[in-house]
């Protein structure tokens, strides 16, 4: 159960709407909870505030405690799924979009900082000399939010920047040249096309429309998606839909037939083929287990 869920829209180019940071708490009780592929298209740093418990990462399983600090990139299945010690489990959470480091508007245009979360799956090491400062930074960003005094937005902004620092001191990855004109209207297209995705995610979208509205070649589109996202434009296009059926299931009586062509999905078939493969369970199942 999430808990002081707040979430900050960032403006996009041209008066469009910008990428988006969610800063929550997550509290879950003491039990065995059903395992399911949790993944999504933002990348996430995620503190245990405290508790104990098992986290089911891709293939390997891992043990946590109070104090540790996840890296999650994009598309990254990653489930607790075992809380010890009679006791709930809380965490704070940060997911924010790939956006938030190669925006042209967001000021960082720093994108080596993609190399930090780009096909993370991991427990950062506490005996680094960041991990003092991102927690720290964690729940300056959480107060700041919680109180909302004015110019907040800038502040958890430039709180992410310095987290994003000390990963790169961290991880000796050498800062790149600053972005050129060109590079950065390349960026605004590639926006443009994400932007497009998000706001027709119920009808066929081709990569030749995305291309297009990229300002780039068909073949080009799928590589530099990949660079600045950490996922393939399908799989992204995929994850969005899945979210979006995910809160038809929760909270509407649709049939699985109807939200299916809600999402973009004409067949039931490949609607259920996808659904199992990017949550772990069946559409129905997955309701089944929320309405109880």
């Known amino acids: 159960m999430r808990q002081n869920e707040n979430v900050i829209q960032y403006p996009g180019v041209d008066g469009n709407t ?13 039990r065995h909870r059903e395992y399911f592929e949790h993944r999504h298209s933002d990348f996430e740093l995620s503190c245990i505030v405290s508790g104990s418990g098992l986290y089911r990462m891709n293939n390997k399983v891992c043990e946590i405690h109070t104090g540790d600090l996840f890296i999650f990139g994009t598309n990254q299945i ?3 799924t075992d809380i010890y010690n009679d006791e709930s ?15 042209p ?12 979360f780009n096909g993370r799956c991991e427990k950062f090491d506490s005996s680094k000399l960041a991990y003092t400062t991102i927690i720290d930074n964690m729940y300056k960003i959480l107060q700041e939010t919680k109180d909302k005094r004015i110019g907040y ?3 958890v902004r430039s709180y992410m920047e310095a987290i994003f620092t000390y990963l790169l001191r961290d991880c000796n990855i050498t800062q790149g040249a600053e972005m050129s004109l060109k590079r950065r209207q390349c960026l605004i297209n590639i926006e443009n096309a994400m932007k497009y995705i998000d706001e027709n995610i119920s009808q066929q979208i081709t990569l030749d429309d995305l291309a297009k509205r990229a300002c780039v070649s068909r073949t080009y589109f799928p590589k530099i998606f990949f660079y600045l996202n950490g996922l393939k434009p399908w799989d992204y296009i995929t994850i969005k839909r899945i979210e979006a059926s995910k809160e038809f299931l929760i909270n509407t009586d649709y049939s699985i037939a109807e939200l299916a062509g809600m999402c973009g999905y004409n067949n039931y078939s490949n609607f259920n083929i996808l659904f199992n493969r990017t949550v772990g369970m069946s559409p129905m199942r997955y309701r089944k287990s929320h309405k109880q």
């Open 18 to 30: 910008g990428y988006r940071v969610k800063i929550f708490e997550s509290i879950a009780q003491f």
């Open 78 to 80: 990653h489930c607790i």
């Open 89 to 103: 489990l809380i965490l704070l959470n940060i997911q924010f979009e790939p956006r938030m480091i190669w925006s």
């Open 105 to 116: 508007l967001s000021n960082l245009l720093n994108t080596d900082y993609l190399f930090l």
């Open 153 to 155: 937005q800038t502040m």
